[in-house]
T-cell receptor, first 117, second 116 residues
């Protein structure tokens, strides 16, 4: 069990460019979540998948954002036409169902820090 | 919708002292879970302690304990005998019971610094 892995750790891009982040969840986990964390704020929910199905999207997920989990394993989060306001830490987390209540309901990765210049 | 409020953006305390972090929340749910997470500079979010709303007894985990006041919708974290490794961001989080997923709602966090 290597934990939740996110790539890249850091991404610097110019305004208007597209970026894509990858998340590899814990292998037996069937749910995968994306959160955004801006400076001075707690993580905010963006979207989550159960297997390959995207079951919920936050209003924060504008039409420039798209997330996929094509085979129910890894997930990608793409931001098109990046804006300076997109600068944030993007966190991925995974969970197995049902949650046993014995540990954290979500297991987090180290995040991808995006800076838009 | 649920909201979680942490009114202390930053706190600092001398090593070995006790510190209490505050958290209040708002919900119309009766069954839910509350959590405290720690986010060290390495950034990975780590669970510190959890509380089931239906349990009146306050949760404890070694040096960490909570004061859960359901009627007041208050959930504070007490760290006893603080250590340098406790330096981190601390987030209070809410999860609805039986919501069909593990979606967490977080507060804005408290940056805790332990002074040697």
């Amino acid at each position: 069990d290597t934990g939740v892995s996110q790539d890249p750790r850091h991404k610097i891009t110019k305004r208007g460019q597209n970026v894509t982040f990858r998340c590899d969840p814990i292998s037996e986990h069937n749910r995968l979540y994306w959160y955004r964390q801006t400076l001075g704020q707690g993580p905010e929910f963006l979207t989550y998948f159960q297997n390959e199905a995207q079951l919920e999207k936050s209003r924060l997920l504008s039409d420039r954002f798209s997330a996929e989990r094509p085979k129910g394993s890894f997930s990608t989060l793409e931001i098109q036409r990046t804006e300076q306001g997109d600068s944030a830490m993007y966190l991925c987390a995974s969970s197995s169902t049902p949650w046993t209540g014995l540990s954290s309901p979500l297991h987090f990765g180290n995040g991808t820090r995006l800076t838009v210049t | 919708a649920q909201t979680v409020t942490q009114s202390q953006p930053e706190m600092s305390v001398q090593e070995a002292e006790t510190v209490t972090l505050s958290c209040t929340y708002d919900t119309s749910e009766n069954n839910y879970y509350l959590f405290w997470y720690k986010q060290p500079p390495s950034r990975q979010m780590i669970l510190v302690i959890r509380q089931e709303a239906y349990k009146q007894q306050n949760a404890t985990e070694n040096r960490f304990s909570v004061n859960f006041q359901k009627a007041a919708k208050s959930f504070s974290l007490k760290i006893s005998d603080s250590q340098l490794g406790d330096t981190a961001m601390y987030f209070c989080a809410f999860m609805k019971h039986g919501g069909g997923n593990e979606k967490l709602t977080f507060g804005t966090g408290t940056r805790l610094t332990i002074i040697p």
